[in-house]
């Protein structure tokens, strides 16, 4: 697999031996154009494909080998979006994983009590979510991690060990500060895109199409047709033998300190 700390080397030492050809040839700029190209491109691919594992260790689905599958939501608690989500939850009893972001937290206790109340657990989404973040100095991206952890802590009084980088962008920076945290990084192996949907019926099919054993479900409170399918497709994931399970088991992780 694609690792940076293998590719960072290698394209170092490539980029040595490219000075042995001729400087006064065309191939000699050409070379090192390639290699730029490459290397970008690569860099590109590992931050916006967090599956890829290329800058971070992020943990993206369970066992294969058995129908257990997890929910998980990111960016709230939204108010309006994420009771209602925790109603169908409730109904339903399937349990889940909440990624929250730190900021949205005001005002929202309640919403975030009742996760830890009913079952849930919770995951830091940093404190801003800013789109900006993963371009942060790993510092100041740790210091708004650790805001996001103050919040919850303050709501639920348990410090949250897992975290999933905002768009799920990876790179040296966010991979700094997952370690020096202490976090432990969780992914998906499911993307529902419910953010961007236009159908409910499409989303609904798409998702249930692609489900498969040990998969890490990630939608979010406030997508359109989130809402609206949760009910269709916890009964017809159930109908297709698979069984909701809370996202620490599945992945055999801690959720807090
Ligand atoms: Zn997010």
């Known amino acids: 697999m694609l690792k940076h700390k293998f590719i960072q080397p290698l394209f170092f030492i490539l980029a040595l031996a490219f000075w042995l050809i001729p400087h006064n040839s065309l191939a000699f700029p050409l070379a090192y154009v390639f290699l730029l190209l490459c290397y970008l491109l690569i860099s590109v691919y590992g931050s916006y494909f967090i599956q890829a594992n290329y800058f971070t260790d992020q943990i993206h689905h369970g066992d294969r080998s058995n129908k257990k599958i997890a929910l998980t939501f990111d960016d709230g608690p939204q108010a309006g979006f994420t009771s209602q989500v925790l109603d169908i939850l409730r109904e339903k009893k399937v349990p889940a994983l909440f990624f929250l972001i730190g900021q949205n937290i005001k005002g929202n206790e309640v919403d975030l009590q009742r996760m830890n109340a009913e079952g849930h657990i ?136």
């Open 122 to 257: 919770v995951g830091n989404h940093s404190y801003s979510h800013n789109y900006w973040f993963s371009l942060k100095r790993t510092d100041n991206m740790l210091a708004d991690i650790k805001l996001c952890d103050a919040e919850i802590e303050r709501v639920i009084g348990r410090r949250p060990k897992l975290f999933r980088p905002p768009y799920g962008v990876t790179n040296p920076m966010v991979s700094g500060a997952v370690k020096r945290g202490n976090y432990t990084g969780i992914g998906w192996s499911l993307r529902s895109y419910d953010t961007s949907a236009k159908d409910g019926d499409l989303l609904l099919n798409k998702i249930l199409a692609n489900i498969k054993n040990g998969d890490v479900i990630l939608l979010h409170e406030w997508g359109k047709h989130t809402i609206a399918i949760l009910p269709d497709l916890i009964d017809k994931s159930r109908k297709l033998g698979f069984e909701f399970v809370r996202a620490d088991e599945l992945l055999g992780v801690e959720a807090y300190y």
